[in-house]
């Protein structure tokens, strides 16, 4: 019986190089990447953006945005947020700054996963002061930082030793979790889901974030 050549395609492709990522093969990635590009098989923004994921140099990344914007190919936030991720491994704050310019540049805002790895990147390079300008600039901006943003932000503080400054986000922090926590107590409590909310507030009081509950909103304040 005669076997049956499959012709590469972009498909291929792309699960050809999702399961070098998923074996953290980088190098294999970037060989399949000349190999389709040798034969004239042009990558799409999915192809390029699981490379930069599995990317470890920096220099490797800026090189594939490089042959991205040759190709025509624009950067998704996937795509920006591999990178951020790869140039924060790599200490390479500059180039993290540099992303969040073109990021901005072309008119896409920056999610909560470039700005972590960003202010990350600026912790490792100890530049502090970048990090707390680029925590507050999400803020800004309109962009909720997560635990994630916090805790570069506040080890970037830690490593500049700026102990004071690093307290006053905690406890900031402290606070969002506070308000999330009654959040969701309040919306069970409003469906009436007793035992999630009973959850919840024995979460929050095993972490010391629950706030004593305010009265009922028809119970009278004593005179």
């Not at 190709?71 to 591999?82: H, K």
């Not at 700026?162 to 959040?183: D, I, V």
Request: charged letters at 20%; aromatic letters at 8%.
């Amino acid at each position: 019986m005669r076997s049956v050549q499959v012709e590469p395609n972009l498909v291929t492709l792309n699960a050809a190089v999702s399961s070098c990522v998923s074996e953290g093969q980088w190098r294999g990635c970037l060989e399949l990447l000349r190999e389709a590009r040798s034969s004239l098989q042009i990558p799409d923004v999915i192809t390029y953006s699981s490379v930069v994921s599995a990317c470890e140099g920096w220099e490797s990344v800026l090189a594939l945005f490089r042959e991205m914007n040759q190709l025509g190919l624009l950067p998704n936030m996937v795509t920006y947020g591999a990178a951020a991720r790869a140039l924060e491994n790599a200490c390479a704050w500059e180039w993290a700054l540099q992303l969040l310019a073109e990021l901005w540049g072309a008119l896409l805002a920056p999610n909560c996963v470039v700005y972590a790895s960003a202010i990350s990147a600026c912790g490792r390079g100890l530049r502090w002061e970048h990090s707390l300008f680029l925590f507050r600039e999400m803020i800004s901006r309109v962009v909720d930082p997560d635990t994630v943003s916090y805790n570069a932000c506040i080890s970037a503080l830690d490593q500049g030793l700026q102990w004071e400054k690093a307290l006053a986000l905690l406890s900031e922090m402290q606070l969002q979790a506070q308000e999330a926590f009654s959040m969701a107590v309040a919306v069970c409590r409003e469906a009436q889901d007793w035992r999630q909310a009973t959850q919840l507030q024995q979460q929050a009081m095993r972490r010391g974030l629950w706030k004593s509950d305010p009265p009922p909103r028809n119970q009278k304040l004593p005179q």
